[in-house]
């Protein structure tokens, strides 16, 4: 249940990353860079907002839900959520009407006056959101992760055919960069409303009773329920810890956001071309960069249940394996992502994106922002490793060091006129390295075991730069004699074919790196037929 649970989460945020991807494609290119600056200025404050008010409590009522179910206290188990849904309604009301009544506010910290027309059009998105959030939990404590992606996907859809809808209707009807931006990012407003309504109507035909059968008992009609302050106690306790975890970064990136604005105008750019770099920066770098992770999420999730097993049987050196081929695992797909997306940054981004020349802008920046993929990659592996172990809070200083050095070499960065915009993608790298570092260094204090990088790294790094090397010389070979697109996508197709031969070669790929992949044993059969990976020992 937990593994295709956890493949089912992870399908839908490999998707929702697609979607969200296909949306700021088309809409980069139809409302232009200054209304794609004030669409980044409120998905902002937004993330930032939903954070806060939404990633702690539904683990905390999934959790909540989970344990009182266990107990056949399914009065309880109705308590908590009623409580968890009047105190995520008040937070998203709360929260709807700090966007809405201090949009201009929000702007005026960006020095982006035009941005508050796109704040208060997503406003009401917090308001829906929290009360699905309530409801995800809520299935999720019944080990349901059905409805949670769907509810997700749901909402990525309606992002991206209602935003594209408004944002040509706006267009269409000659609107400023205000009202487009405006229009455009209304859409996630509309699907997040549409998500909430269909977890609503999933709930109503809900049979909670054929799910609790198992956990049924005698006295569970007059088992005593916890009182409303008992409940909300322990929601917070569980909540606030992973609230603070996740709100870290959107907070940061909310901070990093105002000094790009803040900082170019000071070094003599208009408003206008400060939101347009945003605007261009976050719709094609960071777009981008965004792909190669959600290939290494799964990774992190599947290691939890293994390392757990693992630990219970006493297999110390089985969990150094795991450990160790997840590290390489995360580390070949996340190399060969990092260093060809810094090689063929041009190629990649005028592929993808009609405006040409904001992709010749941005190129640059994510050339130097792709390298940090890697850095990303780790922290998702020694995350969950760390929170195996019972140290999950140790992420938490971890972030902090490293918000701390991005905003610090954003502001000096940024504000230095020769080196400008190239500041943000440095301090992302720097942010990154930095939390990598401190991971690594809490996870051979407090776990006791120290990751043999030289093994793990040496041999996909070589395999990397192989790559990258093909993807490059192959792309201007072939850019001389066929149309630079499709000598990009041919240049990527023969890249991934020589780094794929070249990681078995090399060996820097073993069977027990195939089997924490989905399909992991059906892989290893092709392999193995392939005469890649030797039969496994009888």
């Given amino acids: 249940m937990f593994v295709s649970g956890v493949l089912i989460l992870s399908i839908s945020n490999v998707l929702q990353k697609i979607i969200g991807a296909t949306l700021k494609i088309p809409l980069h290119g139809l409302i232009g860079s200054v209304s794609m600056g004030y669409h980044t200025i409120a998905y902002d404050i937004y993330k930032l907002l939903y954070m806060i008010?939404?990633?702690?409590?539904?683990?905390?009522?999934?959790?909540?839900?989970?344990?009182?179910?266990?107990?056949?206290?399914?009065?309880?188990?109705?308590?908590?959520?009623?409580?968890?849904?009047?105190?995520?309604?008040a937070v998203g009301l709360a929260g709807t009407l700090t966007m809405a009544f201090g949009s201009k506010i929000f702007a005026k910290l960006y020095e982006q006056e035009g941005a508050y027309l796109a704040i208060i059009a997503l406003s009401p998105a917090l308001f829906?959101?929290?009360?699905?959030?309530?409801?995800?939990?809520?299935?999720?404590?019944?080990?349901?992760?059905?409805?949670?992606?769907?509810?997700?996907?749901?909402?990525?859809?309606?992002?991206?055919?209602?935003?594209?809808?408004?944002?040509?209707?706006?267009?269409?009807?000659?609107?400023?960069?205000?009202?487009?931006?405006?229009?455009?990012?209304?859409?996630?407003?509309?699907?997040?409303?549409?998500?909430?309504?269909?977890?609503?109507?999933?709930?109503?035909?809900?049979?909670?009773?054929?799910?609790?059968?198992?956990?049924?008992?005698?006295?569970?009609?007059?088992?005593?329920?916890?009182?409303?302050?008992?409940?909300?106690?322990?929601?917070?306790?569980?909540?606030?810890?992973?609230?603070?975890?996740?709100?870290?970064?959107?907070?940061?990136?909310?901070?990093?956001?105002?000094?790009?604005?803040?900082?170019?105008?000071?070094?003599g750019y208009t408003a206008d071309l400060a939101a347009a770099m945003m605007g261009d920066y976050s719709a094609q770098a960071v777009t981008m960069w965004n792909v190669p992770p959600a290939l290494i999420y799964p990774i992190s999730y599947s290691i939890i249940?293994?390392?757990?097993?693992?630990?219970?049987?006493?297999?110390?050196?089985?969990?150094?394996?795991?450990?160790?081929?997840?590290?390489?695992?995360?580390?070949?797909?996340?190399?060969?992502?990092?260093?060809?997306?810094?090689?063929?940054a041009e190629p990649i981004l005028k592929l993808v994106f009609t405006d040409q020349a904001a992709a010749e802008r941005v190129a640059p920046l994510l050339s130097i922002l792709a390298l940090s993929v890697f850095f990303v990659a780790m922290i998702a592996v020694t995350n969950a490793i760390l929170q195996v172990y019972g140290y999950e809070r140790k992420?938490?200083?971890?972030?902090?060091?490293?918000?701390?050095?991005?905003?610090?070499?954003?502001?000096?960065?940024?504000?230095?006129?020769?080196i400008g915009m190239y500041g943000a993608p440095t301090s992302t790298f720097a942010c990154y390295l930095v939390i990598m570092l401190v991971n690594f260094y809490f996870v051979a204090r407090y776990v006791g075991i120290i990751p043999d990088l030289r093994v793990i790294l040496v041999k996909p790094l070589i395999s990397a730069i192989v790559c990258g090397a093909t993807a490059l010389g192959s792309y201007k070979l072939l850019a001389m004699a066929v149309h630079p697109k499709i000598s990009t996508l041919l240049a990527i197709a023969f890249a991934a074919l020589?780094?794929?031969v070249f990681i078995f070669i090399t060996g820097a790929v073993t069977r027990e790196d195939i089997l924490l992949l989905p399909r992991g044993q059906k892989l290893c059969s092709i392999f193995e037929k392939l005469h890649l990976i030797k039969r496994a020992e009888a």
């Fill in 395 to 418: 992420p938490i200083i971890s972030m902090i060091a490293g918000s701390v050095v991005k905003i610090v070499v954003s502001y000096l960065l940024i504000g230095t006129p020769s």
């Fill in 498 to 500: 020589v780094y794929g």
């Fill in 305 to 344: 249940p293994l390392i757990a097993s693992a630990m219970k049987l006493g297999q110390t050196e089985r969990v150094k394996t795991i450990m160790n081929s997840a590290i390489k695992v995360a580390a070949l797909i996340a190399l060969p992502s990092s260093i060809g997306l810094s090689v063929l």
């Fill in 128 to 267: 829906f959101v929290c009360i699905s959030s309530a409801l995800r939990g809520y299935f999720q404590g019944y080990q349901l992760m059905l409805p949670t992606a769907i509810s997700q996907l749901i909402e990525a859809v309606g992002k991206l055919a209602i935003g594209i809808t408004f944002a040509i209707v706006a267009v269409n009807m000659g609107s400023g960069n205000e009202v487009n931006a405006a229009a455009a990012i209304m859409g996630l407003s509309v699907g997040v409303f549409v998500g909430m309504v269909f977890l609503i109507t999933y709930k109503l035909r809900f049979k909670a009773q054929v799910y609790d059968a198992e956990y049924l008992r005698p006295d569970s009609d007059t088992m005593p329920v916890r009182g409303w302050k008992a409940i909300t106690k322990q929601l917070l306790m569980i909540a606030v810890p992973v609230t603070l975890s996740a709100s870290i970064m959107s907070f940061t990136s909310m901070i990093d956001n105002i000094i790009i604005s803040r900082q170019l105008q000071a070094i």
């Fill in 53 to 89: 008010s939404n990633q702690g409590l539904p683990v905390a009522i999934s959790i909540m839900i989970s344990e009182s179910r266990a107990r056949g206290n399914f009065r309880e188990v109705n308590k908590i959520l009623k409580i968890t849904l009047q105190i995520l309604m």
